[in-house]
């Protein structure tokens, strides 16, 4: 079982950044798939970026060049460096995590374990 908690959610105005975090409970967070998801009101579940346990990263088109996906597997935590934040940024993130990955790593459905989400808000 793996168990997720997302941090460093806020406001922030346009153009600013935020440092997202994750912990994450369990011995195989080494060798997991590791992902962000992000969910604006009245939208679906967006893909936003992640990382392999090569450290392959991969990121969503609407947010390439501005932010940047990391882990740390000493310290069973991944983080998300929003720069240059717009104001369709606005969403709950969330952190996620496949065991596996037999799927798509677009796809949210191939992620086993999510966390609990933070509100990331952009002022225009």
């Known amino acids: 079982q793996v168990q997720l908690v997302e941090s460093g959610g806020g406001l922030v105005q346009a153009g600013g950044s935020l440092r997202l975090s994750c912990a994450a409970s369990g011995r195989t967070f080494s060798t997991a798939l590791l992902g962000w998801f992000r969910q604006a009101p009245g939208k679906e579940r967006e893909f936003v970026t992640a990382?392999?346990?090569?450290?392959?990263?991969y990121y969503g088109d609407s947010v390439k060049g501005r932010f940047t996906i990391s882990r740390d597997n000493t310290k069973n935590t991944v983080y998300l460096q929003m720069n240059s934040l717009k104001p369709e940024d606005t969403a709950v993130y969330y952190c996620?995590?496949?065991?596996?990955?037999?799927?798509?790593?677009?796809?949210?459905?191939?992620?086993?374990?999510w966390g609990h989400g933070t509100q990331v808000t952009v002022s225009s």
């Open positions: 996620a995590a496949a065991r596996y990955a037999t799927g798509s790593l677009y796809y949210s459905s191939t992620y086993d374990y």
């Open positions: 990382i392999s346990s090569g450290g392959g990263m």
